[in-house]
Nanobody, 126 residues
Framework: QVQLRESGGGLVQAGGSLRLSCAAS????????MGWFRQAPGKEREFVAC?????????YAEESLKDRFSVSRDNAKNTLSLQMNSMKPEDTAVYYC??????????????????WGQGTQVTVSS
C-alpha cells in the first residue's frame, strides 16, 4: 500500500508563489513516475505535470504551465514537489499528487495512476 500526503496549499495573491510537497510512503518511490493533477470546483480533474521515476524527464500539460510551474522530486527523501510561480486565479483548485503505474513520462491520464493523495487546496485571489 502506498500513502501520499500533500502539503503546502493555501491562499496566495495573483502573481505570488506556492510550493506544494507530496510525501510518499509504501512501495519504492524511486521506481515510479509521479504526477500532479488539479480539480477546480465544477470541473473534472485535469493533468498538470509529471516527472519520470529517475527525475530526468518532466512533462507539463501545456507550455504556459511549463513557464510558471516546475515539478521535481527527491528520491532520497521520497518527496515530490510542485513549485508554482506567477500564479493566476484560474490556478485555484484542489491539487493532487499521484503515483503512476510505470516509470516513464508522459503520463497524463488519471487512468495511468494507481495511488492518489487526499489533495491540498490552493486558492489564488485576484
Amino acid at each position: 500500500q502506498v500513502q501520499l500526503r500533500e502539503s503546502g496549499g493555501g491562499l496566495v495573491q495573483a502573481g505570488g508563489s506556492l510550493r506544494l510537497s507530496c510525501a510518499a510512503s509504501g512501495r519504492s518511490f524511486s521506481s515510479y513516475a509521479m504526477g500532479w493533477f488539479r480539480q477546480a470546483p465544477g470541473k473534472e480533474r485535469e493533468f498538470v505535470a509529471c516527472i519520470s521515476a529517475n527525475g530526468l524527464s518532466q512533462f507539463y500539460a501545456e507550455e504556459s504551465l511549463k513557464d510558471r510551474f516546475s515539478v521535481s522530486r527527491d528520491n532520497a527523501k521520497n518527496t515530490l514537489s510542485l513549485q508554482m510561480n506567477s500564479m493566476k486565479p484560474e490556478d485555484t483548485a484542489v491539487y493532487y499528487c499521484a503515483q503512476a503505474t510505470g516509470h516513464t513520462v508522459p503520463a497524463t491520464s488519471p487512468s495511468e495512476y494507481v495511488y492518489w493523495g487526499q489533495g491540498t487546496q490552493v486558492t489564488v485571489s485576484s
